[in-house]
Protein backbone atom coordinates (compact mmCIF):
# COMPACT_ATOMS: atom_id res chain seq x y z
CA UNK A 1 0.00 0.00 0.00
CA UNK A 2 1.43 3.41 -1.16
CA UNK A 3 0.87 6.86 0.80
CA UNK A 4 0.06 10.41 -0.63
CA UNK A 5 3.04 12.37 0.70
CA UNK A 6 2.91 16.06 0.43
CA UNK A 7 5.42 16.56 -1.66
CA UNK A 8 5.76 19.97 -0.21
CA UNK A 9 7.49 18.82 2.90
CA UNK A 10 10.33 16.75 3.55
CA UNK A 11 9.32 13.39 2.37
CA UNK A 12 11.87 12.04 5.28
CA UNK A 13 9.96 14.19 7.39
CA UNK A 14 6.52 12.55 6.91
CA UNK A 15 7.52 9.01 6.87
CA UNK A 16 8.98 9.89 10.15
CA UNK A 17 5.88 11.26 11.44
CA UNK A 18 4.06 7.97 10.10
CA UNK A 19 6.25 5.89 11.93
CA UNK A 20 6.31 7.85 15.66
CA UNK A 21 2.54 7.42 14.81
CA UNK A 22 2.92 4.10 14.12
CA UNK A 23 4.50 3.38 17.43
CA UNK A 24 1.87 5.56 19.22
CA UNK A 25 -1.04 3.52 18.32
CA UNK A 26 0.58 0.21 19.08
CA UNK A 27 1.53 -0.82 15.26
CA UNK A 28 4.66 -1.12 16.33
CA UNK A 29 5.11 -1.86 19.81
CA UNK A 30 7.91 -0.58 22.25
CA UNK A 31 10.90 -3.25 21.87
CA UNK A 32 9.51 -4.08 18.06
CA UNK A 33 11.69 -4.31 15.26
CA UNK A 34 10.50 -1.86 12.66
CA UNK A 35 10.11 -2.87 9.11
CA UNK A 36 13.45 -2.89 6.89
CA UNK A 37 14.59 -0.27 4.93
CA UNK A 38 13.76 -1.52 1.54
CA UNK A 39 10.51 -3.01 2.72
CA UNK A 40 9.46 0.80 4.04
CA UNK A 41 10.95 2.96 0.66
CA UNK A 42 8.65 0.41 -1.04
CA UNK A 43 5.90 0.94 0.81
CA UNK A 44 6.50 4.67 0.42
CA UNK A 45 7.13 4.42 -3.31
CA UNK A 46 10.84 6.48 -1.82
CA UNK A 47 14.81 6.02 -2.33
CA UNK A 48 16.20 3.88 0.67
CA UNK A 49 18.13 6.83 1.36
CA UNK A 50 14.93 8.99 2.36
CA UNK A 51 13.82 6.28 4.86
CA UNK A 52 17.45 5.86 6.15
CA UNK A 53 17.46 9.76 6.48
CA UNK A 54 13.86 9.20 8.59
CA UNK A 55 15.15 6.32 10.79
CA UNK A 56 18.92 8.93 11.37
CA UNK A 57 16.68 11.33 12.74
CA UNK A 58 13.95 9.00 14.63
CA UNK A 59 17.07 7.46 16.24
CA UNK A 60 18.67 11.15 17.07
CA UNK A 61 15.52 11.61 18.82
CA UNK A 62 15.96 8.46 20.48
CA UNK A 63 12.36 6.73 19.76
CA UNK A 64 14.51 4.69 17.43
CA UNK A 65 17.68 2.37 17.65
CA UNK A 66 19.57 0.38 15.96
CA UNK A 67 21.41 -2.72 16.66
CA UNK A 68 24.66 -4.24 14.13
CA UNK A 69 23.40 -7.44 12.35
CA UNK A 70 19.73 -7.46 13.94
CA UNK A 71 17.47 -4.34 12.58
CA UNK A 72 15.94 -1.02 14.13
CA UNK A 73 13.90 -1.52 17.08
CA UNK A 74 11.26 1.35 18.72
CA UNK A 75 13.45 2.25 21.70
CA UNK A 76 11.82 2.00 25.41
CA UNK A 77 11.25 5.35 27.10
CA UNK A 78 14.69 6.00 29.20
CA UNK A 79 14.20 6.23 33.16
CA UNK A 80 15.26 9.21 34.59
CA UNK A 81 18.89 8.75 36.37
CA UNK A 82 19.30 10.29 39.40
CA UNK A 83 22.69 12.06 40.06
Not at 56 to 72: F, M, S
Request: glycine residues 8%; neutral net charge; hydrophobic residues 40%.
Amino acid sequence: MKHELDRTRPIWRQIAEIITDRIANGTYPLGSRVPPVVELSAEFGVATSTVQKAFLHLKQEGILRGEVGLGTFVSAPQAPTDH
